[in-house]
Antibody
Framework: EVQLVQSGAEVKKPGESLKISCKGSGFRFTTYWIGWVRQMPGKGLEWMGIIYPSDSDTRYSPSFQGQVTISADKSITTAYLQWSSLKASDTALYYC???????????????WGQGTLVTVSS | EIVLTQSPGTLSLSPGERATLSCRASQSVSSTSLAWYQQKPGQAPRLLIYGASSRATGIPNRFSGSGSGTDFTLTISRLEPEDFAVYYCQQYGSSPYTFGQGTKLEIK
């Protein structure tokens, strides 16, 4: 069974750093693009970026380029999303997703993590 | 960046009725690279439709997708109580892989 299990909820202060994780299992982690999606409170879905764990090729949405860093450790089949300096506007639910992938090309999201709630407040 | 506009924002219908949700793209979506997702309160979204018209595994056949180019439709033929949720379209033909703003399907 394909599973993406995310790390638990976080409460942070503005200016702090944070790294959340997403562990994949039940599939060959290095042959799928893994992405991150943001959902701000009461709002819609926003695609942030993706990584190909085999070679760590990473692509970002222009809206999130420079704001977050996506990484992966293929040895432990885990992807990460990190911030160096959080802002209150980073408060949101973050989902990791698996892209259906064919010959290195990412397509739709065929599996979702359970979400990690990040709250940034002073 | 391709902007997706969903309409209506909210759709109020009764169980047993037919629902038609629209998704319009600001430019042509390549190779019908359009998906639909359903999100219920407190849950992660789940894939319903990919390739504009292919149902994902386990999705009932009352859900169907159609369209190409810039205009796409999700149709639910006869609404069941569990279908009331928020629906998002998404294009994955060109990066960034954008979503529509969502249509809330509520019980009338």
């Amino acid at each position: 069974e394909v599973q993406l299990v995310q790390s638990g909820a976080e409460v942070k202060k503005p200016g702090e750093s944070l790294k959340i994780s997403c562990k994949g299992s039940g599939f060959r982690f290095t042959t799928y693009w893994i992405g991150w999606v943001r959902q701000m409170p009461g709002k819609g879905l926003e695609w942030m970026g993706i990584i190909y764990p085999s070679d760590s090729d990473t692509r970002y949405s222009p809206s999130f380029q420079g704001q977050v860093t996506i990484s992966a450790d293929k040895s432990i089949t885990t992807a990460y999303l990190q911030w160096s300096s959080l802002k209150a506007s980073d408060t949101a639910l973050y989902y990791c997703v698996r892209h259906f992938t064919v010959t290195f090309v990412p397509y739709y999201f065929d599996s979702w993590g359970q979400g990690t709630l990040v709250t940034v407040s002073s | 960046e391709i902007v997706l506009t969903q309409s209506p924002g909210t759709l109020s219908l009764s169980p047993g009725e037919r629902a038609t949700l629209s998704c319009r793209a600001s430019q042509s979506v390549s190779s019908t690279s359009l998906a639909w997702y359903q999100q219920k309160p407190g849950q992660a979204p789940r894939l319903l439709i990919y390739g504009a018209s292919s149902r994902a595994t386990g999705i009932p056949n009352r859900f169907s997708g159609s369209g190409s180019g810039t205009d796409f439709t999700l149709t639910i033929s006869r609404l069941e109580p569990e279908d009331f949720a928020v629906y998002y379209c998404q294009q994955y033909g060109s990066s960034p892989y954008t979503f529509g703003q969502g249509t809330k399907l509520e019980i009338k």
